[in-house]
């Protein structure tokens, strides 16, 4: 998608450089819900950034990214993140591959859940992390989600949909969790003030139950 690479400039990372450590446990938590089910082999991970989140997974085995921005992939492959192998040139390649709050951001989700396919070794998982759930209570509501921005948004999945669409292509779900009372960002008794608060019309966001999710599928070893 080279022609949105604009709308990533710079000051888009600025809390992308291992400096915010709610980012960080965020990681870490969810380190804990991918190595359940893998801790190793090829990965590939859609939407690198500047490589951070790979930092805190602490991968055992070759790691891979993609990156719309110029800037973010060279700090990623200072990192040691490869470029050379990606959903468009592999097949049966990679044991894992990751989306971690990038499927919203891509204006053909559907082609590259389709390539994930095709990429992925049999018994290959593909994750979806920090993902919009559309299925949500506050997106019901206020038809937007606090970490949403338009202007970069393309697909706002639900739960439903994404699993249905994923089963479609032949992936089986393995797990789905919704990570809110998880996250370092919550604050269960402020949020839900604040829930109250904004259904009385206040303009405020803040995070709340089942706006974000992560999910876990496989690609099955007897099918391609």
């Given at each position: 998608?080279?022609?949105?690479?604009?709308?990533?400039?710079?000051?888009?990372?600025?809390?992308?450089?291992?400096n915010d450590?709610?980012?960080?446990?965020?990681?870490?938590?969810?380190?804990?819900?991918?190595?359940?089910?893998?801790?190793?082999?090829?990965?590939?991970?859609?939407?690198?950034?500047?490589?951070?989140?790979?930092?805190?997974?602490?991968?055992?085995?070759?790691?891979?990214?993609?990156?719309?921005?110029?800037?973010?992939?060279?700090?990623?492959?200072?990192?040691?993140?490869?470029?050379?192998?990606?959903?468009?040139?592999?097949?049966?390649?990679?044991?894992?591959?990751?989306?971690?709050?990038?499927?919203?951001?891509?204006?053909?989700?559907?082609l590259y859940?389709?390539?994930?396919?095709?990429?992925?070794?049999?018994?290959?998982?593909?994750?979806?992390?920090?993902?919009?759930?559309?299925?949500?209570?506050?997106?019901?509501?206020?038809?937007?989600?606090?970490?949403?921005?338009?202007?970069?948004?393309?697909?706002?999945p639900s739960?439903?949909?994404?699993?249905?669409?994923?089963?479609?292509?032949?992936?089986?779900?393995?797990?789905?969790?919704?990570?809110?009372?998880?996250?370092?960002?919550?604050?269960?008794?402020?949020?839900?003030?604040?829930?109250?608060?904004?259904?009385?019309?206040?303009?405020?966001?803040?995070?709340?139950?089942?706006?974000?999710?992560?999910?876990?599928?496989?690609?099955?070893?007897?099918?391609?």
């Open positions: 998608m080279p022609e949105y690479n604009q709308l990533y400039h710079k000051a888009y990372f600025a809390k992308r450089i291992g450590p709610k980012r960080a446990a965020t990681f870490r938590s969810e380190k804990e819900f991918i190595v359940e089910y893998i801790n190793s082999g090829i990965l590939l991970d859609v939407g690198c950034s500047t490589g951070e989140f790979l930092d805190t997974l602490k991968w055992d085995g070759p790691k891979y990214g993609m990156e719309i921005s110029d800037y973010a992939a060279a700090i990623a492959k200072e990192k040691g993140i490869l470029f050379d192998r990606d959903l468009f040139n592999s097949q049966r390649y990679f044991d894992i591959i990751i989306f971690r709050g990038t499927i919203q951001h891509i204006d053909t989700p559907f859940m389709k390539k994930a396919y095709d990429a992925l070794k049999p018994g290959g998982y593909l994750i979806f992390l920090a993902t919009p759930n559309t299925n949500s209570i506050y997106y019901k509501l206020w038809n937007t989600l606090p970490f949403l921005d338009a202007p970069i948004n393309f697909y706002i739960d439903k949909t994404l699993i249905n669409a994923l089963k479609n292509f032949g992936f089986t779900l393995v797990k789905i969790r919704y990570p809110y009372f998880k996250s370092a960002y919550a604050s269960p008794l402020k949020d839900h003030v604040n829930f109250v608060r904004k259904l009385f019309g206040m303009k405020i966001a803040f995070p709340f139950w089942g706006n974000s999710m992560d999910l876990i599928f496989k690609k099955p070893i007897s099918k391609d």
